[in-house]
């Protein structure tokens, strides 16, 4: 985590901080609708590099996972997960931001634009997202929509009725204080 940071670090210009991200107030999950036994998986660990301005925008922002590190609750679920999603051959991901946008009308939420590299893929993904700022604590939300399909993963199907919906939604808090 500290060479991803340290690189997120490094370019920054004149009146940009790192982020330290509060891992105990942020969480990242992974919601998962199916026909039966939808889930929720959660994102034990994760690196995040972000950085802000003055004026309090976010204006870096770098999250990465080994994919070993979604867990589930059941075991079970998470090995046939790990045989779906290849694993052992795609470990990593990542998302590197390429700009939040302000929202159009004042109370809404920003949009995320970004890359995820995941599978051995990398598209371009969009979200909605939210930041508040107090002081120098800052409260990240969002909820991106990925389809596995865009990133090579076949749909689930099961005994010919079942199936998993190839959409999941990442919902993530990130809390952090910014440096000075």
């Not at 470990?91 to 995820?116: I, N, S, Y």
């Amino acid at each position: 985590m500290v060479g991803v940071l340290a690189a997120l670090v490094a370019p920054l210009v004149a009146g940009e901080r790192p982020l330290a991200v509060d891992f105990g107030q942020s969480r990242i999950e992974v919601v998962v609708k199916a026909t039966v036994d939808s889930f929720t998986g959660k994102l034990a660990q994760y690196e995040a590099a972000i950085a802000v301005d003055d004026a309090g925008q976010v204006v870096a922002a770098r999250l990465a996972f080994h994919f070993r590190d979604v867990l589930t609750g059941k075991d079970g679920r998470d090995q046939a997960m790990h045989r779906w999603q290849e694993t052992e051959k795609f470990p990593d991901a990542v998302f590197q931001l390429a700009a939040l946008t302000p929202p159009a009308v004042p109370g809404d939420a920003a949009t995320a634009v970004g890359r995820l590299t995941l599978h051995g893929v990398t598209r371009e993904i969009r979200f909605p997202a939210s930041v508040i700022r107090d002081g120098d604590v800052y409260a990240i939300d969002g909820d991106a929509a990925v389809d596995g399909r865009d990133f090579g993963l076949p749909i689930i199907r099961m005994l010919g009725l079942l199936k998993v919906d190839p959409v999941v939604h990442v919902r993530f808090h990130l809390q952090g204080r910014a440096g000075r």
